[in-house]
């Protein structure tokens, strides 16, 4: 017979496995985008991923990471309109 706590840690592991969110190569797909002059000429290619950018170069490649917080904050200033120092609109 199985001790009553072996179990239910294998249940608890069974039930977070089956839980969890299945990530399949269809749902992860990254589009690189040629360097034609938009971006510093040693990026051969770009790609967004969550959160910021990868930059790949000739021998190795640059995250870009931006803060979430940062870009929020930065959007809300500027679309309250807290920027312009034109009062007269």
């Known amino acids: 017979m199985?001790?009553?706590h072996k179990f239910?840690?294998?249940?608890?592991?069974?039930?977070?496995?089956?839980s969890l969110p299945k990530i399949t190569s269809a749902q992860v797909s990254y589009q690189?985008?040629?360097?034609?002059?938009?971006?510093?000429?040693?990026?051969?290619?770009?790609?967004?991923?969550?959160?910021?950018?990868?930059y790949l170069r000739q021998n190795g490649f640059t995250y870009a990471?931006?803060?979430q917080k940062d870009?929020?904050?930065?959007h809300n200033y500027y679309h309250a309109g807290a920027y312009?120092?034109?009062?007269s609109q």
């Open 2 to 4: 199985i001790p009553k």
């Open 32 to 54: 690189f985008r040629e360097n034609k002059g938009q971006w510093n000429p040693a990026v051969k290619y770009r790609t967004q991923i969550p959160g910021g950018y990868v």
């Open 8 to 18: 239910y840690i294998t249940l608890l592991l069974v039930v977070t496995c089956f």
């Open 71 to 74: 870009m929020t904050d930065m």
């Open 65 to 67: 990471l931006l803060s």
């Open 84 to 87: 312009r120092t034109d009062t």
